[in-house]
T-cell receptor, first 111, second 111 residues
Framework: GQSLEQPSEVTAVEGAIVQINCTYQTSGFYGLSWYQQHDGGAPTFLSYNALDGLEETGRFSSFLSRSDSYGYLLLQELQMKDSASYFCAVRPNTGGFKTIFGAGTRLFVKA | SQTIHQWPATLVQPVGSPLSLECTVEGTSNPNLYWYRQAAGRGLQLLFYSVGIGQISSEVPQNLSASRPQDRQFILSSKKLLLSDSGFYLC??????????FGDGTRLSIL
């Protein structure tokens, strides 16, 4: 089968660094994506890792290790507005454009 | 600039009634289009995707259907809604192999 696992909740302090992990069980996929969703809002696309390694976009970085079936989203210099749910997602290489999402990690940023 | 419009924002329908949700994209051509459903506190479940006019792939057997009558128009329909169809419906598009831009969503409640 194909599944993605993320922690359900993470709490961190404003200004700190937080890492949200995503482990997956899938036979093969094209890349790992990350999305942010604030309460009541639509998801926004954050980053995409097609290859192993670290991708950096401002305060956000994403990492992928296919050999470890593992990826993470790193948020630096946390701000209150970063409080949201974060989803990892993959597109399996079984054909088509099906993208599978994890259940999401709810991040609480405290002052 | 590219934008995506999805309506209505909120909808309350009785069981057994029909459904039509519409999504249009501006500022891009031949996008990949997606319909997702999200239950409260959960990840996104892919319902349909389309890579071109008239081309629809269904990911979940159900009483919903989708159509793409024009390049940038994607419609989600049902002839008879069930209680289990309640949820947050999201339209999305992308030019690569993943959804990159989401509409504001439709909150559908079935009574």
């Amino acid at each position: 089968g194909q599944s993605l696992e993320q922690p359900s909740e993470v709490t961190a302090v404003e200004g700190a660094i937080v890492q949200i992990n995503c482990t997956y069980q899938t036979s093969g996929f094209y890349g790992l994506s990350w999305y942010q969703q604030h309460d009541g809002g639509a998801p926004t696309f954050l980053s995409y890792n097609a290859l192993d390694g670290l991708e950096e976009t401002g305060r956000f970085s994403s990492f992928l290790s296919r050999s470890d079936s593992y990826g993470y989203l790193l948020l630096q210099e946390l701000q209150m507005k970063d409080s949201a749910s974060y989803f990892c997602a993959v597109r399996p290489n079984t054909g088509g454009f099906k993208t599978i999402f994890g259940a999401g990690t709810r991040l609480f940023v405290k002052a | 600039s590219q934008t995506i419009h999805q309506w209505p924002a909120t909808l309350v329908q009785p069981v057994g009634s029909p459904l039509s949700l519409e999504c249009t994209v501006e500022g891009t051509s031949n996008p990949n289009l997606y319909w997702y459903r999200q239950a409260a506190g959960r990840g996104l479940q892919l319902l349909f995707y389309s890579v071109g006019i008239g081309q629809i792939s269904s990911e979940v057997p159900q009483n919903l259907s989708a159509s793409r009558p024009q390049d940038r128009q994607f419609i989600l329909s049902s002839k008879k809604l069930l209680l289990s169809d309640s949820g947050f419906y999201l339209c999305a598009w992308g030019q690569d192999d993943r959804p990159q831009h989401f509409g504001d969503g439709t909150r559908l409640s079935i009574l």
